[in-house]
DNA sequence: CTGTTAGCGCGTTCAG
DNA sequence: CTGAACGCGCTAACAG
């Protein structure tokens, strides 16, 4: 059942007409809510087409209208923590109204990608938006793509493209405001991988936050990886170190964990002998540490929403600008930076 | 820049065949391969479509063949843990080919998802991928969808539907096979939330290999949440209970990590005191916790691989089945049941 | 080997 | 208010 070549051809909109005894261009204004059609004539089509369970094809529509209907999603790898909300945001921008999107996942293989555009400007796509898993420029897909493109998370290396992109030095120097204003003033950080620029620029903005107090960091910030085990012997090491230290901000909310753990082995509590802030809000691990983890959040559902809005606009014939924009994120306060009854 | 109504028309073939100096015909012949082409006459037709930077148009293709090489994949909720991993495979199976992918997330809403069925069935699929986020089996869409259609992970309630979901059992056996084979007797269940059909059949298939043994688990299995905090909770309760257990089969690797966190709290070392084995291997979680969780991976992106071969063998006129069939899937063994050096 | 012709399903003029 | 005719971009028959 449900075979395709069964020879059922689906119904068309003169199949419709025919039943409705019209012809096919009423049928179409009937169908489409046009105004100079009889309103017993549109009842009998709108009739027949629900009899007949019509659908009116959207190529043949579209070659006509020179629109799809279509936006393209372009990841580089759907699997990293950061893809899945860009992408619901965008989703939902569209499929609210009368878009659907098409998903290509290049697995970080620009070969792939090379092909999946292809594909995409092939279906006519009315839009792109290209996801990144980083925070790092990525090389442009170019400026002679005949639709707009938007780059969202990981920006675009030309600057003539428009990217959305995370704040991360804003995000920074937050984290550490916040244990400024928890009254920490021996501030340790540790880092994620310094290869990736989120690393860095999380460094920067704290760092900012700390002179403008006219600090610095207790000891060198740490860099590693952004993993959980990374987070625990770097906190070993640091804590080791340095045991004045009474608040630490980790590069990421897996770090973070890592350095609840130690805490927590070395008999010092979080967060009256040490207040701990991660990074990435990412709930299934802020919300299930003990106690739970202060974080600061990209705000990434967002992004892709203002991601979809934009190459909505530019289809709609709006200029879409250029330039790298820096998205603001925001803090959610927990338990590991303020006791909680 | 890049804007769709600047005017500049896309290149269509016969823009490529006027500057080829041939017909639209030769160039379309040329295009595609056919034989019946002189090789110089070929040469200069793709030269041109370069120089144009022609690209066909997939929509008018598809209006002649009566296929879109499109392909729906209808979720429920994108946020789960579980569709990653099965769109990842689905996208996968189909981005190899000339195939793509049309994403739609009903955000859990029925009428969201008939909103998208619709939408799918208008722009003329080839074929329709329905993921859900539990196993527990979820309302068909219907016999009278005109393409095929495969459920993955959440099965079709409707047994004339073919549906692809892993095998809880077998998982749940394979778990506690395993626990038995480390030497453990005195086992303990802690279960997830008990309206999930998932937590269910883990539970009867960990049993029913506990019969086998002439075995019985250790205290009443307690259900509870999927989450870290219960598996805290609920271990603190069954080894204050039961000090005898020797081993904790968790029917999730969050609730694994949370006995495993209460277990170093008393005292008791993982895995020479206590096994500990989970149930997801999401690895994010196994590979951070002390020591490395045990676990059952239900190779989720295996069945999206297969519910997109299933799909592409249906368009292709075979039969597609019906039925739920249930997936094999397979211990994975880290430190938390086997000693480490 | 190449060109001409006829649609695929639909929306949109423009006469009736 | 309704219908006939044209064309969106392309491929599949047929002629030449």
Not at 35 to 42: H, K, L, N, Q
Not at 87 to 96: I, R, S
Not at 174 to 201: K, M
Request: overall charge negative; aromatic content about 4%.
């Amino acid at each position: 059942m449900a075979s395709n070549d069964t020879g059922v051809r689906t119904t068309t909109l003169s199949d419709v007409a025919r039943l409705a005894g019209v012809s096919l261009a009423t049928a179409s204004k009937a169908m489409n809510g046009r105004t100079d059609v009889a309103p017993a004539t549109r009842r009998r089509v709108l009739e027949a087409a629900e009899d007949l369970a019509f659908t009116p094809n959207a190529m043949a529509r579209g070659l006509l209208a020179g629109r799809t209907g279509t936006v393209g999603l372009l990841t580089s790898d759907l699997d990293g923590r950061f893809m899945l909300p860009i992408l619901m945001g965008a989703e939902d921008a569209f499929g609210a109204g009368q878009v659907n999107v098409f998903l290509c996942d290049a697995r970080g293989d620009a070969i792939r990608e090379q092909h999946h555009l292809r594909a995409l400007l092939s279906r006519r796509v009315d839009g792109i938006i290209v996801v990144g898993r980083q925070t790092d420029p990525r090389p442009s897909l170019g400026q002679d793509i005949p639709v707009p493109v938007v780059y969202a998370y990981a920006p675009s290396d030309d600057d003539r493209d428009l990217s959305l992109t995370p704040d991360n030095r804003a995000g920074g120097r937050l984290a550490v405001e916040h244990l400024l204003a928890c009254g920490r003033t021996r501030i340790a950080h540790i880092s994620g991988d310094p290869t990736y620029a989120a690393a860095r620029e999380r460094l920067d903005g704290a760092r900012s936050a700390l002179a403008d107090a006219g600090l610095e960091f207790v000891g060198e910030p740490l860099s590693g990886d952004w993993s959980e085990h990374w987070g625990r012997d770097a906190a070993a090491t640091l804590l080791g170190r340095h045991p004045e230290i009474d608040a630490v901000f980790a590069a990421s909310d897996q770090i973070a964990r890592g350095v609840i753990d130690t805490a927590r082995d070395l008999g010092r509590s979080v967060p009256d002998d040490l207040a701990v802030i991660g990074y990435d809000n990412w709930e299934l691990l802020a919300t299930n540490s003990r106690p739970e983890l202060t974080s600061i959040d990209a705000n990434l559902q967002q992004l892709g929403r203002r991601a979809a809005q934009r190459v909505f606009e530019a289809i709609d014939g709006a200029e879409m600008g250029e330039g790298v924009r820096h998205l603001p994120v925001r803090l959610v306060i927990r338990g590991s930076t303020v006791p909680r009854r």
